[in-house]
């Protein structure tokens, strides 16, 4: 129930218009290059995109590969999440730094970074049989390496607003340390944790540095954008990047619809 | 039933040193102190959520000291309850049968029995953050009986309600525990919740269990003045119901007969605890008119203390003990002084039944 002087600032005429003036700023300035990219690919350029199979399946990658990477960040986020919402110990900074890191390095590095360490020749390559060089997990991998930090954070977010004495019941009435986890801390943390996995997805179909130089190929669609603008020019770049647009705007809106509910 | 030797627990720069503290079967110990003397500690370690540095906790005959919470059968009840949010009433209480493994059936028929009890059978469906708070504090003791733990742990329960609902939910308890029996360990600040509930009274001041009794011996002989503070003057008064008469009952204490304002269910014949304020103990130096709805008793003047602008009397009467406040010019104004023989006066509604036995 929102409450009458909930809506007090925004009452006063003058703070509103200063408010939705800024804002209306920030709205154009994201606005005007979509609409040039749109302008600029145009309906037939849409459409020809659209019948191409090398865009279309670029774009399926991109969104296969996105999901498996935001998965994965989820799943393998969650206990690290825990440690560091429950925990204080020595060095926890050092790590919550480190988790963060993927933010604020040139994902070109990222990349070459992964690709020194996980190629098949390398140590734990070889060892695993594994390489992330030109295949589907190289792309997975580099996505991964720079969608983990919202995975891990949002995940952290939700579970250090779970109240410890919501837990420490649940063990008083009989239940052990891993049903807690799972009966109690996960679901109350959902909401976070979906959230942290919608971030991890926007981020890893974005990624483009990371996975050009780890995997050029297969061929995500990121990459074929940044591909047919030195091949084919602008307009093809544009028109596919529209494409790209319409299919994360329809995903992303799908998604929080369902979230919702 | 509970035996505690010797616990020591650390928190933060707090330490808690529990000498000794036995709770038997079917016991209502209520453990009442100050904010800051620990109670919630102790509480959190019988319940296995803080680890002592030494001593020992004995449930039934077994050492639980390093158990995790989950084997001791001991349900704790939080301040702030912890109900869960993301589930109903019914999957809030039946949590602890269905993490055991019990029959689906089997969980349902108990939630419905002790809902029963409750009475809060029509909320079962509801969220729980849909609940009022007195409805709260319900389910939060369904969850934590619905297992039948060894012992229940109530940690300042009926603090955070208004006054009309914690009222109603203390004889609620009490109806609870004759018919179900379970024993249980209160935490409070409130020696009238103390009295009214307790079997016995642990006080506890600074982390230490200083006297442990029954809540009228310990009100009667403070071991300290410390204790004896807590207490803020807080006159019990124990005896029979010799006349029940609508909102009012006429009680005997050693021969003396007191009106005081009656409790639901208080029958002739039984035994009663009365609680009353030295605030509102009037004092006359010659015997006033009495009436049905006030209260005159002889006394002698034992003791005088000064408190800024009020005085503090205290006062015998045939073995009962009195305290009054009284105003500096109502003391001077009456010339008292000590061993004087005053008459001590209060309301019939200023006396109040607490706590009532057949």
């Known amino acids: 129930m929102k409450l009458e002087y909930d809506h007090l600032l925004l009452r006063s005429k003058g703070f509103l218009i200063t408010v939705s003036a800024v804002a209306s700023i920030v709205i154009l300035f994201l606005l005007i290059p979509l609409a040039f990219l749109i302008t600029i690919a145009g309906w037939e350029g849409i459409v020809e995109t659209s019948a191409s199979k090398e865009a279309l399946s670029s774009i399926l990658l991109s969104f296969e590969a996105g999901v498996i990477a935001a998965t994965l960040s989820v799943l393998f986020g969650i206990p690290l999440a825990y440690i560091l919402a429950r925990l204080s110990f020595r060095g926890k900074g050092i790590i919550s730094g480190l988790i963060d890191l993927p933010l604020v390095i040139p994902h070109t590095v990222a990349g070459i970074a992964i690709l020194l360490a996980y190629n098949s020749r390398g140590p734990i390559g070889s060892l695993l049989g594994i390489g992330v060089e030109d295949s589907l997990l190289g792309v997975i991998a580099a996505m991964s390496f720079v969608s983990a930090p919202f995975a891990i954070n949002f995940a952290r977010e939700g579970f250090e607003a779970i109240d410890v004495s919501l837990e420490n019941v649940a063990r008083s009435v009989g239940a052990n340390a891993f049903k807690v986890f799972f009966t109690i801390s996960i679901p109350l943390a959902m909401r976070s944790i979906i959230v942290g996995w919608l971030m991890a997805l926007a981020r890893a179909i974005s990624e483009v540095g990371a996975i050009m130089i780890v995997a050029y190929h297969p061929i995500v669609s990121s990459v074929l954008v940044y591909e047919w603008f030195t091949t084919r020019g602008l307009k093809a770049a544009a028109g596919l990047s529209t494409l790209l647009l319409i299919f994360s705007l329809l995903v992303l809106i799908g998604l929080r619809a369902l979230h919702r509910k | 039933m509970i035996e505690i030797e010797k616990l020591r627990v ?341 006396a109040r039944v607490i706590s009532y036995e057949p």
């Open chain 2, 10 to 350: 650390r928190a933060g720069s707090f330490t808690l040193e529990v000498e000794e503290l036995n709770v038997g079967r079917g016991e209502y110990m209520v453990v009442m102190g100050p904010n800051g003397a620990g109670k919630t500690v102790l509480l959190e370690t019988i319940a296995g959520f803080r680890r002592p540095i030494s001593g020992k906790i004995v449930i039934d005959g077994v050492d639980v000291t390093f158990k995790p919470p989950e084997k001791r059968a001991i349900s704790f009840v939080p301040q702030n309850l912890a109900l869960w949010p993301h589930m109903t009433v019914f999957e809030n209480i039946s949590y602890g049968l269905k993490i055991r493994g019990i029959d689906k059936n089997e969980v349902k028929r108990k939630v419905l029995e002790i809902s029963e009890i409750m009475k809060i059978k029509h909320l079962l469906d509801r969220r729980v953050t849909t609940l009022s708070g007195g409805e709260k504090q319900k389910v939060a003791l369904a969850r934590a009986l619905v297992i039948s733990p060894k012992a229940v742990l109530l940690d300042e329960p009926l603090s955070n309600l208004d006054k009309g609902v914690a009222e109603k939910l203390k004889s609620f308890i009490k109806e609870i525990r004759r018919e179900v029996g379970f024993t249980a360990i209160h935490v409070t600040h409130d020696p009238i919740e103390a009295a009214e509930l307790g079997d016995r009274v642990a006080v506890m001041l600074n982390g230490r269990i200083l006297q442990v009794g029954e809540p009228i011996e310990v009100m009667r002989n403070p071991k300290s003045l410390e204790i004896a503070s807590l207490y803020g003057g807080l006159i019990l008064l124990k005896g029979k119901i010799v006349e029940v008469n609508n909102e009012l009952v006429k009680v005997d204490i050693n021969g003396k007969r007191i009106t005081a304002l009656s409790k639901a269910g208080c029958k002739k014949g039984g035994k009663a605890l009365i609680s009353l304020k030295p605030e509102d103990i009037g004092i006359f130096t010659e015997e006033p008119k009495m009436t049905s709805l006030r209260n005159v008793l002889e006394c002698v003047i034992e003791d005088i203390k000064e408190k800024g602008s009020l005085v503090h009397l205290t006062l015998t009467s045939e073995g009962m003990r009195l305290e009054s406040l009284i105003t500096r010019g109502s003391f001077e104004h009456l010339e008292l002084r000590k061993g004087k023989r005053v008459f001590a006066v209060f309301k019939a509604s200023a």
